[in-house]
């Protein structure tokens, strides 16, 4: 079992930065895949950013050159910092850990004003 606790979301004018936490219970160093995933109200979960145990990294076009994800393996802990927000950018943001399994968090809420 993996827990995974987000953090670091709230509200912020456009063009603003936030930056998301997520931390795992398990070392992440032995996750495989963690990645950030949102979901806006009425739309379907979608895949925001990835990253594997080796450093790959995957991001959605729409957040490409705006959003970085990272891991520090020392704290257990990957990132999602979030720059030039646009207001569509507002979603319940999910942390999703890969470990033969998907496990998710219960998911930190971003709003962008405009």
């Known amino acids: 079992q993996v827990q995974l606790v987000e953090s670091g979301g709230g509200l912020v004018q456009a063009g603003g930065s936030l930056r998301l936490s997520c931390a795992a219970s398990a070392t992440i160093s032995s996750i495989n895949v963690m990645g950030w995933y949102r979901q806006a109200p009425g739309k379907q979960r979608e895949l925001v ?27 257990n802990t990957v990132y999602l910092q979030m720059n030039s927000l646009k207001p569509e950018d507002t979603a319940v943001y999910y942390c999703k850990a890969t470990i033969y399994r998907n496990y998710w968090g219960q998911g930190t809420q971003v709003t962008v004003s405009s």
């Open 49 to 75: 950013a990835t990253i594997t145990s080796g450093g790959t990294t995957n991001y959605a076009d729409s957040v490409k050159g705006r959003f970085t994800i990272s891991r520090d393996n020392a704290k």
